[in-house]
């Protein structure tokens, strides 16, 4: 992308109604704009970063078996008035009424949808296990919709919804989520740490939030450090070994990590001093094994092998795909701008002319440019008439990963400059070479 075609419309200013970093970054390096409150356009740059967060979490629920759909945001009344949650859930749906005078409302979440689709089509054990997902706006009348993406009123959900005849396979298809979303966050440069969480009213202990430690983050969470050196890294996963999925999730589920609904401090206290952390932190998911709390009122049920009608037993398992993009920029930033991680960022390398209009720069950068896309890489190539302070700011602003400054002193010895936006470490190099670092 040449920047002298694109649409960023940065901010000089940091606009005085952002509380914390990402919000503010946000806004500055035109990703988003508000329309009202929790509501939010997502321009160019902010899309770029969201389709290839919800990319990861697509390959990663495919590549544990889980098969991708689409559910409408609107929703009929009647299917939550069959669960008993129209009532339930009080102000924070959002309630329509159509033309005929018909309740709706916008989707917060979609299990009485999908239960509604499992009925109708399946009826037999032998169509089991089944888990589907979709990514979707979701909508929630948040009474403090704030920090930006991160608790907004629409956003943007991956919900996976898992079907299984028995106890024991449902919890294969928790482990699998969790393994899953373990490696959806790694692949975007993020620790979250799963958190048993609170079950609420429904009891048991099956359910888990994942949560990356910010300053900024709105629980409060308690851990044995030794869960931060836990890394999946690239080993192989066969998702169908019921027994090597469990022991995965077992590695991240035995050192102490809690939120403060679940904390207990007697655990907590039996660590040793130097491994018992406390911080804050923000929620980036969620997985929830229910059991028959939705196929019993709504009647999901399938044959046995014995031929007996029995309610499936499910799980709802989440990933806040819009909030993502504020929690990984929290985790991700320093007081210049955004640094991304390279699985997400939205240009894999910026080009800096320093003397636009120069015959050589401007020939020297388009080859840089060229040689970057064939090598499958996608530069932002910074080619406006502007002084090269701000062009250095603009790419330290947008957070791309490495920087490629060309200017006529290096190209009287056939080199450009390498930056690498984290450590802020330069190296003169031919541009053959820099586009071979960077493949
Ligand atoms: P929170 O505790 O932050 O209100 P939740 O527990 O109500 O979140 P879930 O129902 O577990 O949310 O939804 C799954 C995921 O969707 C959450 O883990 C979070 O990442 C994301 N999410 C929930 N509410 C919002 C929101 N208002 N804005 C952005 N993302 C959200
Ligand atoms: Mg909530
Ligand atoms: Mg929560
Ligand atoms: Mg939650």
């Known amino acids: 992308m040449r920047l002298s075609r694109y649409f960023l419309p940065v901010l000089k200013e940091t606009p005085s109604e952002a509380q914390i970093a990402s919000h503010r970054l946000m806004l500055r390096a035109g990703m988003i704009k508000q329309q009202t409150a929790g509501i939010y356009s997502w321009l160019p740059l902010g899309f770029k970063v969201l389709r290839r967060i919800e990319q990861i979490v697509h390959e990663e629920q495919i590549r544990a078996g889980h098969i991708p759909m689409l559910m409408p945001t609107l929703q009929p009344a009647d299917l939550w008035r069959e669960s008993g949650r129209y009532d339930d859930y009080g102000e924070e749906m959002l309630r329509i009424r159509d033309r005929h005078g018909r309740d709706m409302l916008y989707g917060p979440t979609n299990e009485e949808m999908i239960t509604d689709i499992f009925r109708a089509h399946v009826g037999s054990y032998k169509d089991l296990p089944l888990t589907l997902y979709h990514i979707q706006w979701k909508f929630r009348d948040e009474i403090r919709p704030r920090f930006g993406v991160m608790r907004g009123r629409e956003f943007f959900m991956k919900d996976g919804y898992n079907f ?171 007081d210049k701008g955004i640094i991304w991680p390279e699985g997400v960022t939205p240009f894999h390398a910026g080009i800096v002319n320093l003397k636009q209009g ?48 060309v200017g006529p002193r290096g190209m009287k010895n056939g080199v450009v400059e390498l930056t690498s936006r984290r450590s802020g470490e330069s190296e003169e190099l031919a541009p053959e070479l820099a586009v071979t670092r960077l493949k």
């Open 164 to 334: 299984d005849l028995d106890y024991e396979s449902a919890m294969h298809a928790y482990n699998r989520h969790m393994v899953s979303y373990l490696r959806s966050y790694e692949r975007m440069g993020l620790q979250a740490i799963p958190m048993r969480a609170d079950s609420g009213p429904i009891g048991g202990d099956d359910t888990h939030e994942f949560l990356v430690l910010a300053d900024t983050g709105e629980s409060e969470v308690f851990y044995d450090s030794a869960i931060t050196d836990l890394r999946l890294g690239d080993r192989e996963i066969d998702y169908d070994d019921w027994d090597e999925v469990a022991a995965i999730c077992k590695e991240w589920t035995t050192p102490y990590a809690r939120t403060d609904e679940t904390h207990d401090a007697a655990q907590f206290d039996a660590l040793p001093d130097e491994r018992r952390k406390t911080s804050r932190g923000i929620e980036v998911g969620q997985i929830f094994y229910f059991g028959t709390k939705y196929s019993e009122p709504m009647g999901a049920t399938v044959q046995d092998r014995e031929g007996n009608k029995v309610a499936v037993h499910m799980g709802s398992h989440g990933i806040g795909v819009s909030r993502l993009v504020g929690a990984i920029i929290e985790a991700n930033h320093d």
């Open 358 to 405: 120069d015959a050589e720069a401007d020939a020297a950068c388009e080859d840089l440019y060229a040689a970057l896309v064939s090598a499958g890489l996608e530069p932002l190539y910074d080619d406006r008439e502007e002084r090269a302070g701000a062009k250095f700011a603009t790419m330290d602003l947008v957070g791309v990963p490495w920087r490629i400054t």
